[in-house]
């Protein structure tokens, strides 16, 4: 072997390896960076709120500090009421959006309305806020929880838009082919072919859209406000896990700062469990789509 | 059942490419007529302007006629839906629905359209599965996913949906050329029992299929009809250069 002209090769090799192995270094220490905090803060959130759980935290009225004990009975209720009526109100309209975007959409309102989805999708959620507070708050003169609902749901609808969009995107020509070739209208063809094969996809984004407004706390503040009481109508004031935690973690008081730990764990298996819910639905349908 | 179906001057462009440049051709009913041809001749753009397929491309602009039976399809007062319902279309990849079953792909369209239901539904799909030659596959398991079902199965389904609406026409897109030779060999076979009922026009890549299948052949070239006659004297006496030159497979 020629030593002169092998040996910058294989240098050059070693090196090349050696740029390799940095970069895949590089990526492990930035995953790590990443998914440390996340397990963390689940570590710490299940860790200490299982503590402070009890049966009485999930089913009683709060209580004054200085008598010690009480739950949140409450806010629980309120974040299902809110959350829910944020669904509701956001969902058909977030995947009507999205459908129009993604099938209809080649045109300048398309267009517009994909760039105020992105837009709104990063809107600061004490803006959504404001929005409800002036719309609704004022109007009829007290908070509620409606209007903290159509502050969430000013935040679901765009996420719930853009994922319906690159859910609908992502079924192939040939299925709307298929069906205009049978004699479907486009319009049969969209709700009764596409949307389904899209529905996993679809589900997903609005279980994202969900477990984001789930946690939101911001827009609640001026809207649904907070109650000690049990909700008395989605016209009044209404207790929510979100607020509650805020309100007790920024007091002095040791024993409330344990509840808004256990809060947060409720939060958190609120979310997952509406998810897993989510999930195995939509499980049984995707083996069907996959031909078993 | 069966129509005519005739182009005059048919013309198909997207933006500023021409892919097909003025076709006259008449297509005989209770026949088949394949269309063959080298990639990128058009044969596909024109098989898909018999049913107006072209309608939901923005880009592509369709002129001339086509007649079913005596009507323009792209006349005034022609709606593309119902167009579709008289002119079925399979497709060169088997697509049924994955969220359907395989009675659910054929019944569909026909209850959309209502053209059937209950019983008369339930005869439908058998009668259907019968003529595409799936029906003792499929027969104890029509609840299941189209899915769950191989290559050549998933084409015949199609061709059974295609039937489920009773079309006049049925036009075939390379329905073959994803499959193996054995399922292949039953969807020419099914071809051939269909043009009983029906007019088949057929795109084909593969010559000796055109050969097997069709009664009339149509050679395309660069956008253009070059030669259009029997089969059996096209394969063995085409009367072009070009056409000579292609089944020889000297290019193409």
């Known amino acids: ?292 | 059942m069966a129509e005519q179906m005739t182009t005059r001057d048919l013309k198909v462009s997207f933006g500023d490419q021409h892919a097909v440049k003025g076709v006259d051709m008449e297509i005989r009913p209770r026949a088949v007529t394949a269309i063959i041809g080298p990639s990128g001749c058009g044969k596909t753009t024109f098989l898909r302007a018999l049913n107006r397929m072209h309608d939901h491309t923005p880009s592509a602009r369709v002129s001339g006629e086509v007649l079913l039976g005596d009507r323009n399809i792209y006349g005034d007062g022609v709606d593309p839906v119902d167009l579709r319902i008289r002119v079925g279309m399979v497709f060169q990849r088997p697509n049924p629905f994955p969220t359907m079953s395989i009675r659910d792909n054929i019944t569909f369209a026909p209850k959309r359209h209502g053209l059937a239901k209950g019983k008369a539904l339930d005869d439908l799909v058998e009668r259907v599965l019968h003529q595409a030659a799936l029906w003792d596959e499929v027969k104890d398991r029509l609840g299941a996913s189209a899915m769950g079902l191989s290559g050549g199965q998933q084409q015949r389904l199609c061709i059974a949906r295609a039937l489920a609406v009773e079309p006049q026409v049925l036009l075939m897109d390379e329905p073959a050329s994803a499959l193996d030779p054995t399922a292949t060999q039953r969807i020419e076979e099914l071809i051939y029992d269909l043009k009983k009922d029906y007019t088949i026009v057929i795109v084909t890549h593969n010559m000796q299929q055109a050969a097997r299948v069709s009664d009339r052949t149509a050679f395309f070239y660069m956008g253009l009809l070059v030669e259009f006659g029997e089969t059996d004297r096209i394969f063995t006496n085409p009367r072009e250069e070009r056409t000579e030159a292609y089944i020889t497979g000297r290019f193409g």
Request: charged share 10%; aromatic share 8%; proline share 5%.
């Open chain 1, 1 to 292: 072997m020629d030593t002169a002209s092998s040996r910058p090769r294989g240098l050059r090799l070693r090196l090349r390896h050696l740029r390799d192995r940095l970069l895949v270094t590089l990526c492990l220490v930035a995953l790590v960076l990443a998914v440390v905090p996340l397990v963390w803060v689940l570590w710490e959130v299940v860790g200490v709120g299982v503590r402070h759980l009890s049966w009485e935290f999930l089913t009683t009225l709060p209580r004054p500090p200085t008598v010690g004990g009480g739950g949140w009975a409450n806010a629980i209720v309120g974040s299902v009421v809110v959350v829910g009526m944020a669904m509701l109100m956001g969902a058909p309209v977030g995947i009507a959006t999205g459908i129009y975007m993604s099938e209809y959409g080649d045109n300048p309102l398309g267009k517009s309305a994909r760039f105020l989805s992105e837009v709104l999708a990063g809107l600061p959620s004490i803006v959504a806020g404001i929005v409800a507070y002036g719309l609704i708050v004022v109007t009829m003169g007290r908070f509620s929880a409606v209007s903290g609902a159509v502050a969430l749901a000013l935040l679901f609808i765009p996420i719930v838009a853009i994922t319906t969009q690159e859910a609908l995107k992502m079924v192939p020509g040939h299925q709307r082919e298929a069906s205009y070739a049978l004699g479907v209208s486009e319009a049969g063809t969209t709700l009764s072919v596409v949307l389904p094969a899209a529905m996993g996809n679809v589900l997903t984004g609005i279980m994202i859209a969900t477990a984001r407004i789930a946690g939101e706390t911001a827009p609640l503040l001026f809207t649904a406000f907070n109650s000690r009481y049990w909700m008395e109508g989605i016209d009044r004031p209404t207790a929510t896990i979100p607020v509650n935690i805020y309100a007790y973690a920024i007091s002095p008081f040791e024993h409330w700062h344990q509840q808004a730990w256990a809060g947060a764990l409720v939060l958190l298996a609120m979310v997952l469990a509406l998810n897993a819910v989510a999930r195995s639905l939509w499980a049984r349908r995707a083996r069907f789509m996959a031909g078993h």
